[in-house]
């Protein structure tokens, strides 16, 4: 058996009427608390409210040089980017 991990994840409910909703304002959050050391907002996942062992990436799920998330979109064109970008 592995060895157990001494972090905690934080699961904040925010509730969204749709996927698409529920990833831009997940992406809007996430990026806001970039400011926070603690947060790795590539790590974002929505999923519904009684369905939630089913997740949807917010970002791309890909890991970058140096162990952190590509902060695009989960199905971008292109190379991955730490910086999301604007449409």
């Given at each position: 058996?592995?060895?157990?991990?001494?972090?905690?994840?934080?699961?904040?409910?925010?509730?969204?009427?749709d996927?698409?909703?529920a990833?831009?304002?997940?992406r809007?959050?996430?990026?806001?608390?970039?400011?926070?050391?603690?947060?790795?907002?590539?790590g974002?996942?929505v999923?519904?409210?009684?369905?939630?062992?089913?997740?949807?990436?917010?970002?791309?799920?890909?890991?970058?040089?140096?162990?952190?998330?590509c902060?695009?979109?989960?199905?971008?064109?292109g190379?991955?980017?730490?910086?999301?970008?604007?449409?």
């Open positions: 058996m592995g060895q157990v991990s001494e972090r905690f994840v934080i699961h904040l409910p925010v509730v969204a009427n996927l698409l909703s990833q831009r304002l997940a809007v959050v996430a990026h806001w608390t970039h400011v926070l050391p603690q947060t790795e907002p590539g974002a996942t999923s519904r409210e009684d369905d939630q062992n089913v997740r949807h990436w917010v970002f791309c799920d890909r890991i970058m040089d140096g162990g952190r998330r902060l695009l979109r989960p199905d971008h064109d190379a991955c980017s730490r910086r999301p970008r604007r449409r």
